[in-house]
């Protein structure tokens, strides 16, 4: 089965239904909703009960949901996250014990409100905006976190590329952005740090084979529609299920945003351009 995700959703009501309508006319069935919007509650209203929902834990944008002062190792003296992640990276080895502690409240308080629109019986989705999941200092964070909430984890992305499906796609290559790749290199280095944890818990045996971080912001037909026909050739991926995670939730200028900071990337033409392979996918005869 074929997992066609959307990250990012709930920011806005305006781009919680662009979202949506890759899920009406297109083949989305999976989205992760970011906790912290301050228009969460209506869009949530927009959901419907079929669609796989996942919590899209944010470390990066906008205000976070502890008290300012709270998490300093997060945010500024506003309480609004202003760390990168080659940042918290480097806090994950230079201050592990109060990263790990102010990440597990936070992403409590993010899992709570989240949970609060759920019903009963509803397992944790987990992934995070831009991958701080995966640096090891805010996976032991989360890991904390998941034991204090008490809910069962039904999915942990793992948002690791099999390298070899491009390599066998020469056509492909001339589209790869040489920062996308060392970007996966480096989460791959985060998981060898991360394993034992996570198997440890059990949330490692919780992941899906995943494709995304390859072609970040250009999850566009024409490089995604090949990649699916060679995983539907490949022996390893039978009987496998695939999470492909997309970005097509655009925002437009006049549109609440977390941060202005990252305004130019949410407008870009490129979530367009995702937003229409998804509509393209499900009219092709590969799915």
């Not at 890759?22 to 909703?33: A, F, H, K, M, Y």
């Not at 499906?165 to 991360?194: F, G, H, Q, T």
């Amino acid at each position: 089965m074929f997992i066609f995700h959307a990250d990012d959703y709930g920011i806005n009501i305006q781009q919680s239904k662009r979202i949506l309508a890759c899920r009406e006319d297109g083949c989305l069935n999976s989205v992760s909703i970011i906790p912290n919007g301050e228009q969460l509650p209506e869009t949530m209203e927009l959901l419907d009960d079929g669609c796989l929902k996942g919590i899209h834990l944010n470390f990066c944008e906008g205000k976070a949901l502890s008290e300012p002062g709270s998490v300093p190792l997060l945010t500024d003296e506003k309480g609004v996250f202003n760390r990168s992640f080659v940042n918290l990276l480097i806090c994950s080895f230079t201050h592990p014990k109060e990263l790990e502690a102010q990440v597990a409240e936070e992403c409590y308080l993010q899992m709570r409100r989240i949970l609060s629109f759920m019903p009963e019986g509803y397992k944790l989705r987990i992934d995070s905006h831009r991958h701080y999941h995966m640096i090891p200092g805010v996976t032991k964070g989360i890991v904390r976190a998941i034991d204090r909430i008490g809910v069962p984890v039904e999915y942990y992305r793992l948002p690791i590329e099999d390298f070899g499906l491009y390599i066998k796609e020469p056509r492909l290559w001339k589209n790869i952005s040489p920062l996308s790749v060392v970007k996966a290199m480096i989460l791959k280095a985060c998981l060898i740090i991360d394993k034992p944890l996570l198997k440890r818990k059990g949330l490692y045996d919780k992941s899906l084979k995943y494709i995304g971080v390859i072609f970040t912001d250009r999850m566009f037909y024409s490089n995604i529609a090949p990649l699916i026909r060679r995983i539907k050739r490949t022996k390893s991926y039978q009987g496998r299920d695939v999470e492909i995670q997309f970005h097509p939730g655009a925002i437009y200028d006049g549109e609440y945003l977390l941060d202005d900071t990252f305004k130019d990337w949410f407008a870009s033409y490129n979530r367009k351009g995702e937003a229409t392979a998804l509509l393209r996918l499900k009219t092709s005869s590969m799915i």
